[in-house]
């Protein structure tokens, strides 16, 4: 293991706004997608990254970073950010952005991220969770009155999901969004990637391309525009190494992001599916998934108001190759049931080690 390098590991940041505003809400409503340019560098400037690449739909918008991804709904907006970045800075902007550009008030609010490889490298507030947590409850309006953090343990040493959520109401459901609770959301994290696989996200030196012609040769190459072949990609290739990618589909977001150097690689997936979706579509995804990456070890955490989805993940990934080491549930106010699951491939020598 290297002593110091690029930190894969997100945090991630997810707020849900409301208000009164006929033109800002809805399903035509364009709501936090007014924002302006200039407003969403300002919060990015607090972040300490930028955009290199973004897409939109009819349903949001979608920006690739130089650290993650932003997604921008109406009434929510996700940011995922990996490095040093100073994610939760992010938040009094925000707040502001939307309170008074837009009279949107904020009812939500869930972060997430898994153990640092690099924690020393961390700025505070990152440095520990309490730490992080302290920042957040002085960051959010006191109306978000209903509050958890947790630290989700796993049997793989190196892995652990620290979640915080707050709501303005006392409900698992997620607020004013009744037709998203069948929703659920996918977050893997990979560390120690298949050593082959990994080389697809190096450039190649003096190649000539820019990042985004790049990042599509990459996108074919590895077989990542197979995962989800129905949705529109944003991709960008970073030099001489590193990727990222954001995915489309109607209104669910997905998004990929690669740090390969050997010691500390690591690639992070997120989605979005539905329980109602066919069981086998989240098979023959995350079959792809591991196709490109095989990693050693994953974990996957599964957040939706309802209490069956997560069960497809070990379905999936165990015909796969990979044992599931532990199973950790806890329930988050707004935010609905989060499931920790961590997997370990029989083939490697972590699983060796300790079968």
């Given at each position: ?142 109306a978000l009155c209903y509050r958890k953090a947790s630290v989700m343990p ?202």
């Amino acid at each position: 293991m290297a002593v110091s390098g690029f930190e894969g590991f997100e945090k991630r940041l997810e707020l849900h706004f409301f208000g009164d505003d006929p033109k800002n809400m809805g399903t035509l409503g364009l709501g936090l997608r007014l924002l302006d340019f200039d407003s969403i560098q300002e919060v990015l400037d607090e972040v300490q990254c930028t955009v290199v690449s973004a897409v939109a739909n009819h349903y949001f918008d979608a920006y690739v970073l130089s650290e993650s991804s932003l997604f921008v709904y109406p009434t929510k907006i996700i940011i995922k950010t990996c490095g040093t970045t100073q994610l939760l800075k992010s938040i009094p902007p925000l707040l502001r952005h939307a309170s008074l550009d837009l009279g949107l008030t904020l009812s939500s609010c869930r972060y997430t991220r898994g153990n640092f490889i690099f924690p020393r490298a961390q700025p505070f507030p990152y440095t520990n969770f309490q730490n992080e947590v302290v920042y957040l409850e002085e960051s959010l309006p006191a109306a978000l009155c209903y509050r958890k953090a947790s630290v989700m343990p796993s049997k793989t040493p190196s892995h652990a999901w620290h979640v915080f959520s707050a709501s303005t109401q006392n409900t698992t459901c997620r607020f004013g969004d009744s037709d998203d609770d069948d929703l659920y959301t996918l977050e893997i994290c990979m560390t120690e990637l298949d050593r082959d696989l990994a080389r697809n996200f190096f450039r190649s030196p003096g190649d000539d391309k820019n990042g985004d012609s790049a990042g599509k040769e990459m996108t074919e190459l590895t077989g990542i525009s197979q995962i989800n072949p129905r949705a529109l990609i944003c991709d960008f290739a970073f030099d001489p190494c590193g990727y990222s990618m954001n995915g489309i589909d109607g209104d669910r977001h997905s998004t990929i992001h690669v740090t390969p150097e050997d010691g500390y690689s690591y690639a992070s997936f997120e989605c979005v599916g539905s329980v109602y979706d066919d069981r086998e579509e989240v098979v023959r995804m995350l079959k792809k998934v591991v196709q490109v990456f095989r990693p050693a070890t994953m974990s996957v955490s599964t957040t939706c108001a309802s209490h069956e989805a997560w069960t497809r993940v070990a379905g999936a990934l165990e015909p796969l190759g990979f044992k599931c080491r532990s199973c950790a549930a806890d329930e988050f106010p707004a935010a609905g049931t989060v499931v920790y699951q961590t997997f370990v491939d029989r083939r490697s020598n972590n699983y060796n080690n300790k079968s």
